[in-house]
């Protein structure tokens, strides 16, 4: 009882929505800007304000675009309300997905996320994606005959780089459909900073075809939107070209061409006739290919908007190439909004549907502000915390007393495991002193070598000691270069500190090393000579390859030289024979005694 209490009140403290709005719509020349309040039905729309932008302004600079804003709410008295801008179809990618049929839509983001990422043409971690279940069986490129491609699989965009997508076989209670819209972060940083820059805090992000969507369908009766109708959206940067069908957006696509400037068909690189006649190809072509791609979807009307002045000669020409009714869509008069200023209002289409669909839904069906993501499970260790914290508060200061005794108690535990593993750590050195060295000799032994025997192969081939001796053997590394690559791998060395009575006695040595097949390697030659007579001292570091077997029957045995037990003598303070002096006095060994 308390926990279903608990979860309808905070549902209705998270449903809970403002009642005053303001949707921003811009482009390169206008900032249109609405305001209403929102109510059963459709919002009341209060204000629609189009305001010039500075031709100076630089649009990817979003703290001078903010600063802009932030001046024209201040002008017309709209800030301090919860505000919802979109995103342009142009920069914004549209994937239909067909999925296995799944009943709970919280598998449905990870589903989404799993397929998509191998889909897009950067990397996941620079995405923004959301998504929208499709009513429309083929989702965006239609349900016609088409070629199907399986569950999971996402179908290309259509022809034109931005737009739409190739035909699927219709869905079936197997399926699952959603349209797919995912977009760089850098875009949601972008208006992100804006809204920092104007001062407010975005409510929404959406994206423009669906606000244009939700505008249609509101000037549309309730016969009207039973067909399939195409919307025509043209500003100042482009033209946004979408198919609706069954409520659900089956195609869009971008064509990007840039408007003259209020109409003046000698400013800019076009004259007003030539974006006449290229926006009317564009919108044919790009109608003729949804068209192509669901078949059993006639379209019956084709409707235009914008406020470029373009679009009625537009709207014209496509009529005559298609034969299709076009028509201009005014939402001030459809939707009665007074206080427009003498508007048809086609230009305000996008802000006039973000307002619509949040009045009906509470939200867009895609905010990349607030995307859809996979469920978190600690979401429900979140719930079960506040109940217990609920319930603790309930039970009253006895409950807390015991509380504060169960903490004190496993504080007491936890300093008594504590030490316990710091007198462990102390007793792990020795043990992983010990480890480290079993890892360094198996090192040696993985390295498929029978060392004893090349260590006396390589003895065997010394010259005798009255010639050379060996002061020191020790272990290595020395990494060999891969040929025609920079990797370098690492090979066990025997590491030899040598001593000779001539350098050509080392080079000898390396000549015999080098035709048995060692790779021989010597250091820096220090010539000085000791009380022995050796002259020459060099490090010589012998590399045994992997392949290289020794015979131990073809070892040559290094027999005992005849002063074996020189080192004792000279440990005793001796000399050899033939030196200026065989032993020390007597008196000399008596007193060393």
């Not at 900032?31 to 209403?36: D, E, K, N, W, Y």
């Not at 914004?92 to 449905?108: C, G, M, S, Y």
């Not at 003046?264 to 791609?293: F, K, W, Y």
């Not at 290595?476 to 030899?496: A, C, D, E, F, W």
Request: aromatic share 4%; hydrophobic share 35%; charged share 25%.
């Amino acid at each position: 009882m308390l926990l279903s209490f608990i979860g309808k009140a905070r549902a209705a403290m998270s449903t809970s929505q403002p009642t005053r709005y303001v949707a921003i719509d811009m482009d390169s020349r206008h900032l249109r800007l609405v305001h209403a309040v929102m109510r059963r039905g459709l919002p009341k729309f209060k204000k629609l304000v189009s305001v010039d932008v500075p031709a100076d302004l630089n649009m990817t600079d979003s703290k001078a675009v903010g600063e802009f804003i932030d001046r024209s709410l201040r002008q017309y008295g709209l800030q301090g309300h919860r505000i919802l801008m979109d995103v342009p179809r142009s920069e914004a990618i549209l994937k239909p997905l067909t999925l296995p049929f799944v009943e709970n839509d919280r598998e449905l983001p990870g589903m989404v996320r799993f397929q998509v990422e191998k889909e897009l043409p950067f990397p996941m971690e620079e995405a923004v994606v959301d998504f929208t279940r499709d009513r429309f069986a083929g989702a965006p490129g239609g349900n016609g005959n088409g070629s199907g491609n399986g569950h999971g699989k996402v179908r290309e965009e259509a022809a034109g780089g931005k737009g739409g997508t190739d035909g699927e076989d219709e869905g079936t209670s197997e399926e699952t459909h959603v349209l797919v819209a995912a977009v760089r972060r850098s875009v949601i940083e972008h208006h992100e900073n804006i809204a920092e820059a104007a001062g407010f805090k975005l409510h929404q992000l959406g994206m423009r075809p669906y606000a244009d969507m939700c505008c249609l369908s509101a000037c549309l009766s309730q016969e009207d939107r039973a067909e399939a109708h195409a919307l025509v959206h043209v500003n100042s940067d482009e033209a946004e070209i979408n198919v609706i069908v069954n409520g659900s957006l089956s195609f869009s696509r971008a064509a990007v061409v840039k408007m003259p400037h209020d109409g003046n068909e000698h400013e800019g690189p076009r004259s007003m006739e030539d974006c006449i006649s290229a926006l009317s190809v564009e919108v044919v072509r790009s109608l003729q290919t949804a068209q192509a791609q669901q078949a059993d979807a006639r379209i019956a009307k084709i409707y235009f908007a914008g406020d470029t002045g373009l679009e009625r000669s537009v709207s014209e020409k496509v009529a005559e190439r298609l034969g299709r009714p076009c028509v201009m869509l005014e939402p001030i008069q459809a939707l009665k909004i007074k206080n427009a200023g003498g508007s048809h209002g086609g230009g305000f289409i996008s802000a006039i549907g973000l307002l619509v669909g949040q009045n009906q839904r509470g939200e867009m069906p895609l905010d990349f502000l607030n995307p859809k993501e996979p469920p978190v499970e600690r979401d429900m260790t979140r719930v079960r915390n506040s109940a217990l914290v609920a319930a603790a508060v309930i039970l009253g200061v006895g409950g807390m007393v015991y509380g504060v005794a169960q903490v004190s108690s496993e504080g007491k535990t936890v300093s008594t495991l504590r030490a316990k593993l710091n007198g462990l750590k102390k007793k792990e050195k020795p043990v992983a002193a010990i480890a480290k060295r079993d890892a360094y000799i198996q090192s040696w032994v993985d390295g498929e070598r029978d060392w004893l025997k090349h260590v006396a192969h390589i003895n065997s081939l010394f010259p005798p000691a009255d010639q050379i001796h060996i002061s020191s053997l020790k272990t290595g590394r020395m990494n060999t270069k891969v040929p025609g690559s920079k990797k370098q791998i690492p090979h066990r060395t025997l590491v030899y500190i040598v001593k000779a009575k001539t350098a050509r006695i080392l080079t000898d040595l390396e000549r015999r090393l080098d035709a048995e097949g060692y790779l021989v390697k010597f250091g820096t030659e220090t010539t000085k000579s000791d009380e022995l007579g050796y002259n020459v001292s060099n490090t010589l570091t012998v590399n045994v390859p992997t392949d290289m077997k020794i015979d131990p029957n073809l070892l040559v045995q290094v027999g005992r030289p005849d002063k074996d037990g020189s080192i004792i003598w000279i440990k005793n303070g001796k000399k050899f024979p033939g030196s200026r002096s065989n032993y020390r006095s007597s008196r000399s060994r008596g007193r060393s005694r």
